[in-house]
C-alpha cells in the first residue's frame, strides 16, 4: 500500500511538474496580431513597428492580420471566434473601445466584459486643420466665420464613427457651430481633398496629417489634447483657446478574447512595454506624434470604460448613429 501511495505521489509530483513546465513554456507558437484596418495605414504602421520590436525576445513570430472594416467590428468578429489562450491578440482603438457601444443598437459585444485588456499602447492626437486658402488663422476666426457662413463650410473625416469625425462633433458642440460632414474611406482620401480645397477642414490624427502640417499644405489652429503635442510645440491647445472640454484623440491598445490565461496577459504587456523603448519605435513615435501610455492590464481597462463614458454622452448629444 505504502509502495502504491508513493508511486502515485510520484506520477502526481511528475504531472505538476509537467504542467508547469506547459505553463512556463509561453509562448509556444506564433502569435496573430489583428489590424483592424488596411494595411499601410497609421494603425498598421504601429501594429508592424510595435510587432517587430516585440518579436525577438517574445521568442515566436508575430504574425500581423489585417481585417478592416465595419467601424472595426470585423476585425472583432475574429478575435471573439479565437480560442482565449493567448495566441491571438487584437490592436484596438476608439471604435472598439469607445465609440461602437453607443452607436450600434445590436453590438453583438460588450467591451466592459467580453475582451481580456492586456495593456494601452498610447493616442494619437487629433489637431484642427484647415484649407490653406481658408479665411480663418485662429480658432477664435474659425468660429466667427462659421457662424456667419455656416452652410459655405463642411468638415472631411475618414469615415463615420472614426475619432476624427467624433473630434468635431465634439468641438462643433462646445463651439456652438453648424458644420456638414462629408465622411470618406479612409484619412488619405479626406486628406487630399482637405489639401485640394474641395472640402474646408477636418480634424486630423498626426499620423497621417503631420507630414501635410510640416510641409504647409494643410494649416492647424489648434491641438485636442490637454497640454501641448512635441511633435507640434508652437500649436496650442483647445484649452488654451477656451475650450477646456475639447479633448480627443485616437486611443490605442491591445486586447484579447475574455478568459486569456495570466501568464500570456503578463507576458504580452511585458513584451509591449521592452518595444516601446526601443530606438525605432521611439523615433516612429516622435514622427507620428504619437505619445505612449504604458501601464498595467488594470490601468487600461479602467481608462478605456472611463473615457467609453465620456463619449457615450457627446456621441448621444450628437445624434449618431451607425445601424
Not at 472594416?69 to 482603438?93: C, F, H, R, W
Not at 463650410?153 to 463651439?175: C, D, I, R, T, W
Not at 526601443?278 to 501610455?293: I, S, T, Y
Request: glycine share 8%.
Amino acid at each position: 500500500m505504502n509502495r502504491f501511495v508513493r508511486a502515485l505521489g510520484a506520477c502526481l509530483a511528475l504531472a505538476a511538474a509537467g504542467a508547469a513546465v506547459a505553463q512556463g513554456a509561453y509562448p509556444s507558437q506564433p502569435l496573430k496580431w489583428i489590424v483592424p484596418y488596411v494595411a499601410g495605414g497609421g494603425t498598421d504602421n504601429l501594429a508592424r513597428s510595435l510587432a517587430d520590436a516585440m518579436q525577438p525576445s517574445f521568442g515566436q513570430p508575430i504574425l500581423i492580420d489585417n481585417r478592416p472594416g465595419a467601424s472595426t467590428n470585423i476585425g472583432v468578429a475574429a478575435l471573439m471566434q479565437a480560442k482565449p489562450d493567448g495566441y491571438t491578440i487584437m490592436q484596438a482603438e476608439n471604435a472598439a473601445l469607445l465609440f461602437n457601444e453607443h452607436m450600434f443598437a445590436k453590438l453583438p459585444y460588450k467591451p466592459a466584459s467580453d475582451f481580456t485588456y492586456i495593456g494601452a499602447i498610447g493616442r494619437f492626437p487629433v489637431a484642427l486643420a484647415v484649407t490653406p486658402n481658408f479665411p480663418a488663422k485662429t480658432v477664435a476666426e474659425f468660429v466667427s466665420y462659421v457662424k456667419a457662413n455656416p452652410d459655405k463650410v463642411s468638415y472631411a473625416s475618414p469615415g463615420n464613427g472614426s475619432p476624427h469625425h467624433m473630434a468635431m462633433e465634439l468641438f462643433k458642440q462646445k463651439a456652438g457651430l453648424t458644420i456638414a460632414h462629408v465622411p470618406y474611406k479612409g484619412a488619405a482620401p479626406a486628406m487630399t481633398d482637405v489639401v485640394s480645397g474641395q472640402v474646408g477642414t477636418m480634424m486630423l490624427d498626426l499620423a497621417s496629417g503631420l507630414q501635410f502640417i510640416k510641409s504647409g499644405k494643410v494649416r492647424v489652429l489648434a491641438i485636442a489634447l490637454p497640454q501641448r503635442a512635441a511633435a507640434l510645440p508652437d500649436v496650442p491647445t483647445f484649452a488654451e483657446l477656451g475650450y477646456p472640454d475639447v479633448n480627443a484623440y485616437a486611443f490605442h491598445g491591445l486586447i484579447g478574447p475574455a478568459g486569456m490565461p495570466k501568464e500570456a496577459v503578463d507576458r504580452i504587456n511585458a513584451e509591449l512595454h521592452k518595444a516601446m523603448q526601443a530606438p525605432k519605435v521611439v523615433r516612429l513615435f516622435a514622427d507620428f506624434g504619437f505619445e505612449a501610455m504604458p501601464g498595467t492590464p488594470q490601468d487600461f481597462y479602467k481608462t478605456a470604460r472611463a473615457e467609453s463614458e465620456r463619449w457615450g454622452k457627446i456621441i448621444q448629444a450628437a445624434g449618431v448613429k451607425l445601424d
